[in-house]
């Protein structure tokens, strides 16, 4: 419907109109039917002037018309279509429409709107203001229904001045008037000033534009490295693990080989040494059958002269030769490829510490904000358990390892090279990088740390939370904080809690602890640069407990 109504404006004649008739170009190059553009230039032969109904153009002399044969083709083609009437239809004002106020019964769309007769007009009655003089020094401007707004409400004239002092447009009568004495300026000189800086706004703005599509189009770019390195990587660990999973079933399949073949030459071996045994049990079988027969023969010669006929034993395999073994064949082997796994596991999970620290060493061009709420920061809260290789052997872990209590009797753990012996200290199971937040529930004095996995577990003050470079502390008394890191001791002030929350942004380096009850207390921020993966920790005093906050 919009393209029906572009159509006929196209080949509408301005003057009368409707469709082109005879349909002439002149020499601005707007087109006309050629009996209404004669009739307007014979109107203007008096002054010996003839101009353009549309852009005013003034043409001297007098153009000689010829009829444009390709522009009457297009109009003759465009009746055919039939789209004649339909574009009629929308010449008439919509509810969303301007109206034209000069027509009566059902109103034509208004095309412009006149500044100085404050009405707005239709093609049609439009027409005057192109060809009458008296209205041709009238300001044409886009149709609006707002025209009255022009009219001061106190004089009722057009108001064409601005007062400076009072920010408003007035009227002329109004600067004599009641704004007499202020700062006043024609309403166009305001426009322009206005306008200027309206355009630099606009300048602003457009570079403010080229400035973010810019970052788009970086960012854009980014993302697509960061998506090609991924899938690179990714095609490349794979085949490093597929190699190193080829390597793992090599060995198995060659340690099962091994295994066979030595079962099959010691099976072989006792087989043979079994096969020996029983011919020799045969054979004394038969002897003993022969002794037996000899001893009960009752003639006393008849046994003197067959018993030197006895032959002698074969050389006996005897027993003691035979080294038994039981249950200790093959389990030093076990026990070989079991010591193996648990090598492997160390490597993997080191090898694996160090691969997530590098994947949050991946630096994007944005980062996110830090949380404001504590809503927030538990978006961050990850799984955190107690290593029971770690512990100090008066700390019993209870609440599947999420909680470490002081107890006056030492536990029966294991000797193991990570637990810590001078110190009543407990390490996570869980590395952390990227960002984290946890929260520990604490009883009596408490430190709450993080820490380096090669921080010392034995050497006295060396291997404490906070006493070296290696581990941040803060220290929770029954009536206040203190922090401490590499045996410098900061006072901290703020609220006492039961709950202490630590906020990690590892690769922006800041380390945070918060007082938590109804609302969180920022106690102490450090920022620094994190050298290794961290890991959280806690060191009890007597009859003391902690406990690591698990987020439902």
């Given at each position: 419907m919009e393209?029906?109504?572009?159509?006929r404006e196209t080949f509408s004649c301005s003057i009368c109109l409707d469709l082109l008739k005879d349909p002439v170009t002149i020499p601005c190059g707007h087109s006309y039917c050629m009996k209404c553009i004669k009739k307007h230039w014979d109107g203007e032969d008096q002054k010996g002037i003839h101009s353009c109904p549309e852009c005013r153009e003034t043409l001297i002399p007098r153009p000689a018309l010829k009829k444009n044969t390709m522009l009457a083709a297009l109009v003759e083609q465009l009746k055919k279509t039939g789209l004649q009437a339909?574009?009629?239809h929308h010449c008439y004002a919509g509810p969303e429409d301007v109206a034209c106020d000069v027509c009566t019964g059902r109103k034509l769309k208004a095309i412009k709107s006149c500044s100085v007769c404050l009405a707005s007009y239709c093609e049609k009655h439009l027409?005057?203001?192109?060809?009458s003089?008296?209205?041709?020094?009238?300001?044409?401007?886009?149709?609006?229904e707002n025209l009255q707004e022009n009219i001061c409400s106190l004089h009722d004239e057009v108001m064409k001045m601005f007062c400076c002092t009072d920010q408003k447009c007035i009227c002329y009568l109004c600067s004599v008037d009641e704004?007499?004495?202020h700062d006043t300026v024609s309403a166009a000189a305001e426009r322009t000033e206005r306008q200027r800086e309206l355009q630099v706004r606009r300048e602003n703005i457009q570079q403010r534009i080229q400035d973010r599509e810019k970052d788009v189009k970086l960012l854009q770019q980014e993302l697509e490295a960061i998506n090609r390195s991924a899938d690179k990587t990714v095609e490349n660990s794979e085949k490093i693990f597929n190699e190193l999973i080829r390597l793992i079933q090599k060995r198995r399949s060659d340690v099962k080989q091994q295994i066979r073949s030595q079962q099959e030459t010691e099976g072989s071996r006792v087989k043979e040494l079994q096969e020996k045994l029983e011919q020799e049990i045969i054979e004394l079988k038969r002897k003993d059958a022969e002794l037996k027969q000899l001893s009960e023969t009752e003639d006393h010669n008849q046994f003197l002269h067959n018993y030197p006929s006895l032959s002698a034993l074969s050389e006996s395999t005897h027993s003691s030769s035979i080294e038994i073994r039981p249950l200790s064949y093959f389990e030093d082997v076990t026990a070989a490829v079991s010591e193996l796994r648990d090598q492997l596991q160390d490597i993997l999970r080191d090898a694996w510490t160090n691969t997530s620290l590098r994947l949050t060493e991946v630096n994007v061009s944005l980062s996110e904000p830090e949380p404001k709420s504590r809503a927030g920061f538990l978006k961050y809260s990850p799984e955190i358990t107690l290593d029971p290789n770690t512990p100090h052997c008066q700390l019993l872990l209870s609440e599947g390892n999420r909680k470490v209590t002081w107890m006056n009797q030492p536990e029966s753990y294991s000797r193991h090279p990570d637990r810590f012996t001078d110190w009543f200290q407990v390490l996570s199971r869980e590395s952390l990088t990227g960002r984290c937040y946890w929260e520990v529930e604490w009883r009596e004095d408490v430190y709450v740390a993080v820490a380096y996995k090669n921080i010392?577990?034995?050497?006295?003050?060396?291997?404490?939370f906070g006493w070296n470079d290696k581990s941040w502390a803060i220290i929770c008394y029954q009536n206040g904080h203190e922090f401490v890191h590499n045996n410098i001791w900061t006072s901290v002030s703020g609220p006492v809690s039961s709950r202490v929350g630590v906020y990690l942004d590892h690769?922006?380096?800041?380390?945070?602890?918060?007082?938590?009850?109804e609302t969180m207390t920022l106690l102490h921020r450090v920022q620094t640069t994190f050298t290794q993966p961290l890991y959280a920790g806690v060191r009890v005093g007597l009859r003391g407990s902690a406990e690591f906050y698990k987020p439902k």
């Open positions: 393209q029906n109504q572009l159509n339909a574009s009629a027409q005057p203001h192109y060809v003089a008296p209205f041709k020094k009238h300001k044409l401007v886009e149709p609006s704004h007499k004495g010392s577990r034995a050497g006295g003050d060396e291997c404490g690769r922006a380096g800041i380390l945070s602890f918060y007082s938590v009850s």
